[in-house]
């Protein structure tokens, strides 16, 4: 993806590649090539769906873990985790504040749900819509339909939603510190 942030989220561990193509057949961006005998993720072409590492039966396809650079946060002083609304799903056994307590256990500082944040964007939506009502929009949320249209559907790129994700969002929001988002818009 030329250079930014997931240029190497998902790759192969050459060692455990067997060449069965099952990556190759089931990534919807064909951002899978074989080289040299093993399956090659095209770093250019990968829209970071992680597809390829549900179905490689082999574990060789593999997502960037950030493990160690959380650490180091850690240890620098105060640091937010944001939680996916959906953390329920997961972690069905325990309830919020048990959840909650857990990550603050590990060092975070402090816990916010970005349900907030979804709250923010679902406002930015319906503004949107309501001042322009023949627009169709796609939602701009997930990051891989996003790359996906970029880089396979330009023409469709006016159409996606031109609002940042509840995540982002809820960064911005909380590090504004007056409990106001300055701005949901896609900048």
Do not use: W
């Amino acid at each position: 993806m030329g250079g930014d942030i997931l240029t190497e989220l998902v790759y192969t561990r050459r060692e455990l590649c067997r060449t069965c193509y099952t990556c190759v057949r089931e990534c919807p961006a064909k951002a899978i090539r074989i080289e040299n005998g093993q399956a090659e993720v095209m770093s250019d072409r990968c829209i970071g769906c992680g597809n390829c590492t549900r179905v490689c039966s082999q574990g060789a396809k593999v997502y960037l873990k950030t493990g160690d650079r959380v650490e180091e946060l850690l240890k620098g002083g105060k640091v937010a985790a944001m939680i996916a609304p959906s953390f329920p799903a997961e972690f069905y056994d325990m309830d919020s504040g048990q959840f909650t307590g857990m990550v603050r256990a590990l060092g975070f500082s402090s816990v916010y749900e970005v349900a907030f944040g979804a709250d923010l964007v679902a406002d930015a939506y319906k503004e949107l819509v309501d001042i322009r009502k023949t627009q169709y929009y796609i939602s701009s949320d997930c990051p891989s339909i996003v790359n996906y249209i970029k880089y396979y559907h330009p023409n469709l790129i006016d159409n996606l939603a031109p609002l940042v994700s509840p995540m982002v969002a809820m960064a911005r929001n909380l590090s504004c510190g007056k409990g106001l988002v300055a701005d949901c818009r896609n900048k």
